[in-house]
């Protein structure tokens, strides 16, 4: 994708962390009960048996150290260069001072028992001081420890491996000690199942913020565990094409927000203006290739300028009934698309369509509009549940040229209410939209909403109400029940470590998506989350066009309900991604991408 300057860039796709905007600032509200998700779900929970098709997750493993475990070293380990004996330096003398500024791992955090080894991060006042990292966990037989003079340090894979196999649902703290100064400490914990699926992503060069290059921007992607990305799609490598502003076909610019479709072979994405939408493969020998399901009627229907962010559900993903959510800018098919047009209506794009005739789609054919009663305002940023019965989505007027502007957003719920036509296409008519209770505060606005795996929750962005609502630091996530409560749960993973001199809000948390599955459905249910964050600290950079662009990274983090109670944990930044590359928009589902190397 191009990054086009922030006024025109828009992207239809969520805070993308650019350009600096002057967002109105001020405390967010307090945190939301946390009660409020698992009271509304229940003991039970809602979709305790997942989805058909999620497989579900792996449950826990019976550990094979019944006893005292030796995942760790009795010997410490000693980094290239230093002398043997550098762990005596350390004897007789107690830790004097403030730590380092431990920020990795952040405290209270949840790890998948398959994910990257943990990294340790510090700052230090003076770099290149000899420095002592131990881990302790009550099982292992011995701490393991580790000298160096850098301020990171890794986990080695083997003893990790181990590690996650044999100490989980326990604390394992992580203490850093400077020679001649303080320590710090922080703690994690292993979870006992696995984040399955892939991540992928959208990676861009932050300083080519107005100038459109093919090469400024890429998909890359990485399964958990992975110690690399790769990258997934490139815009040179799309063969689809899009309509421009003058409606005739051109080749893609842009690759801007995208999503799944539902078998993990492809993706949908949006170009850069005016908003149409295309469609490329990301799996091994279908690179860029269309989707062979996606007939050339629903590449014509797709391709219809003012598109926004859009939605697929595993349950409209079959033969006949291949369909995508979507707001719609038009007035009428072929209609002028406006860059501003608030009062956006929600549609289902058929991709199976019939052939279009004279370029233009037929409504109630190619295309169709949801009702909406009860809802006056327009429609943005919808998700769609994975049993297919319900659209969740922004009701505002702030829909700006694919984006959202400044104005009210609280999010609404709309049956989709599927019926068949009379060649038997699937087709959706909408119905009464409401607010969603926790999700619709008049003193926040609400947005980019994401049903959970099994559709219990909605997990969203929330921003005080008259800020602006692309890439606002002031930018924090919540999770509701997708029934609604009283109040939303705030994600502990807003807050970075407070040694760090950043808080939430003020950091642009944002576009929250879920693992495709959850865990079994008895015992506690494991939900993983992905998100981006301006945290990391890379500088700001200027980019091409002088505007300051902030670089934002990736997180993941844990949402665990058990029975009654919903317990949140603290990020974890994956440091496999590259720092240089602002990385935003990613997806997380069951895609089909190539191996990492």
């Known amino acids: 994708m191009s990054l086009a300057a922030a006024s025109a860039l828009a992207l239809a796709c969520a805070n993308v962390g650019g350009a600096s905007t002057g967002a109105a600032s001020g405390a967010s509200g307090a945190n939301g009960g946390a009660g409020g998700v698992a009271a509304a779900i229940g003991a039970g929970g809602a979709g305790d048996e997942g989805v058909a098709g999620t497989g579900g997750v792996a449950g826990a493993i019976a550990p094979p150290c019944p006893g005292a475990c030796a995942d760790f070293p009795k010997d410490p380990l000693i980094d290239m260069g230093l002398a043997p004996d550098v762990a005596g330096k350390f004897d007789g003398f107690a830790p004097i001072g403030p730590g380092p500024c431990l920020t990795e791992p952040e405290d209270g955090a949840l790890y998948p028992n398959n994910w990257l080894r943990p990294r340790v991060k510090w700052t230090i006042a003076s770099p290149g001081t000899l420095t002592e990292v131990r881990f302790h966990a009550d099982k292992e037989m011995y701490d393991l420890v580790a000298y160096t003079t850098s301020t990171t340090w890794t986990m080695p894979r083997a003893i990790w491996q181990t590690l996650a196999a044999n100490v989980r649902d326990a604390p394992i703290t992580v203490t850093v000690r400077a020679l001649g100064g303080g320590a710090s400490t922080a703690a994690f914990t292993i979870a006992p199942v696995p984040a399955p699926g892939s991540i992928v992503y959208w990676a861009a060069n932050p300083a080519d913020h107005g100038m459109p290059k093919a090469t400024s921007s890429s998909l890359q992607g990485f399964a958990p565990g992975d110690e690399a990305t ?321 670089v934002s990274q990736l997180y993941a983090t844990a949402v665990v309900v058990d029975g009654a109670s919903v317990k949140t944990y603290a990020a974890i930044y994956l440091w496999n991604q590259s720092p240089a590359t602002l990385n935003t928009t990613p997806a997380w589902d069951p895609f089909k991408i190539p191996l990492v190397q």
């Open 230 to 550: 790769v990258q997934t799609l490139g815009v040179p490598d799309v063969q689809m094409q899009t309509r421009g502003a003058n409606n005739g076909l051109r080749n893609v610019t842009c690759i801007g927000c995208h999503a799944a479709t539902p078998d993990g072979q492809s993706v949908a994405f949006l170009d850069d203006f005016p908003w149409s939408m295309a469609m490329a493969g990301v799996s091994p020998g279908r690179t860029g290739l269309p989707p062979p399901t996606l007939t050339p009627g629903g590449a014509d229907t797709i391709r219809q300028p003012g598109m926004g962010i859009f939605s697929f559900s595993r349950a409209h993903w079959s033969p006949g009934d291949r369909i995508v959510v979507s707001p719609y800018y038009l007035d009428m098919p072929c209609g002028q698309y406006k860059r501003a047009k608030p009062d956006v209506r929600l549609a289902w794009l058929d991709l199976e369509a019939p052939p279009v005739d004279n370029g233009c789609p037929v409504e109630g054919t190619h295309f169709g509009i949801l009702a909406r009663t009860g809802d006056a305002r327009g429609a943005a940023n919808p998700t769609w549940s994975h049993d297919g019965s319900t659209v969740v989505y922004s009701s505002t007027m702030a829909g700006q040229d694919g984006r959202l502007g400044v104005g009210a957003s609280d999010l609404y719920s709309v049956p989709y209410n599927a019926t068949k036509n009379a060649m038997g296409k699937s087709r959706g008519l909408g119905g009464i939209a409401a607010p969603l209770a926790g999700a619709s505060d008049p003193d926040f606005d609400e947005y980019y909403p994401a049903f959970s795996p099994d559709d219990a929750l909605v997990v969203f962005d929330r921003v005080p109400t008259g800020s602006p609502m692309y890439a606002n630091p002031m930018a924090e996530l919540y999770v509701v029940p997708a029934a609604g409560a009283a109040a939303a749960t705030r994600l502990a993973a807003n807050d970075p470590p407070a040694c760090s001199g950043m808080a939430s809000p003020g950091v642009n948390n944002h576009w929250a998506k879920w693992a495709p599955t959850m865990s079994p459905a008895t015992g506690p249910k494991y939900y993983w989350l992905v998100f981006s964050s301006n945290r990391y600290g890379t500088p700001p950079v200027l980019a091409d066009d002088k505007s300051v662009v902030q």
